[in-house]
């Protein structure tokens, strides 16, 4: 291998490093960058989501019914998450820069919105939805910058849609997961938006484990990430370098609420476990961590945003 080949190698590497966008904290109520610790509980047929904000403290918010979806994010890219729901076709947003209700329709009964991220790269979230057709899965996006768009991704016959930006360019990703149970062919397909071409990693197993998304290795990109519920391990492969790594934190009734909790750009492994209402957090670097909130009724908010 020649001097100039290897020296090519070496800038386009740097190079794919340095373009990396760093991901925010996601669940950051406060906007300091920092995940925090989330609940929903159902009172009388209402929500109610306790936030226990790093930088703000303690918060509680009566919003939404029980049959809506939950569908934080920061729509108004203030750096600050927003308490919101859809019901029905309807974006029920209050904006945290100035307290007001925003309402944008969106979407029609029996769509999903559990994928709306910001998929222009605008630092605003996106009102997003998925609908199943007989075959395949139609992504039904409004980007605040781009437009409208569509884009027809994933099988409807059991594919399962994720969260993330995959290649690390600021925008969410199309992505779904494919799997056939017990058996080794569990695949990610994610549609890049840097480029338009689609990836496949095959990782996982759609029978045991569940897709907490989140960037372990803080390069900018999620990386392929499972926990497996029998063990309680999180597997995963960091994009940095292609390492698979694997951790035991957990068991098998925690759910896994991953985020970066102590505000390093990487993602720490965090579960909330019902049995105790303890969040456990084992920060990528200020060590392990714990925090009571909510009761064994309630369910912690990024656990509902995964994958279904």
């Known amino acids: 291998m020649t001097r100039a080949l290897l020296t090519l190698i070496f800038m386009l590497a740097c190079f794919s490093l340095a373009s990396a966008v760093p991901q925010r904290a996601v669940f950051d109520f406060d906007g300091d960058n920092k995940t925090d610790y989330a609940i929903m509980r159902v009172t009388t047929g209402t929500y109610n989501w306790l936030l226990q904000q790093s930088t703000d403290g303690f918060k509680a918010q009566a919003w939404g019914k029980v049959d809506d979806q939950i569908v934080p994010g920061d729509y108004d890219g203030d750096h600050k998450w927003d308490v919101a729901i859809w019901r029905d076709g309807i974006f029920y947003i209050m904006q945290s820069s100035n307290g007001a209700l925003s309402v944008i329709r969106f979407g029609q009964q029996g769509d999903d919105p559990i994928i709306t991220q910001d998929f222009d790269g605008d630092g605003i979230t996106d009102p997003a939805v998925v609908r199943g057709d007989d075959e395949n899965i139609l992504w039904y996006i409004q980007r605040s910058q781009l437009g409208f768009t569509v884009v027809r991704f994933g099988s409807a016959l059991g594919d399962i849609y994720l969260r993330g930006d995959y290649d690390g360019d600021g925008k969410a990703d199309v992505a779904v997961y494919h799997g056939d149970m017990g058996t080794p062919f569990n695949t990610f397909y994610v549609l890049r938006s840097s480029d338009g071409i ?17 960037d372990f290795d803080g390069d900018g990109k999620t990386d392929y990430a499972v926990f497996r519920y029998q063990t309680g391990v999180w597997y995963w492969i960091n994009s ?69």
């Open 240 to 308: 940095s370098d292609g390492s698979v790594q694997a951790l035991a934190f957990g068991n098998g009734s925690d759910r896994p609420v991953p985020g970066d909790y102590d505000g390093d750009g990487r993602a720490d492994q965090a579960v909330w476990r019902p049995s105790t209402a303890v969040f456990y957090v084992n920060r990528s670097t200020q060590g392990f961590t714990s925090f009571p909130l909510g009761t064994s009724f309630d369910d912690p908010m990024a656990f509902t945003l995964q994958v279904r």
């Open 198 to 214: 689609m990836q496949a990693q095959n990782f996982g197993d759609i029978g045991r484990d569940v897709i907490p998304p989140a």
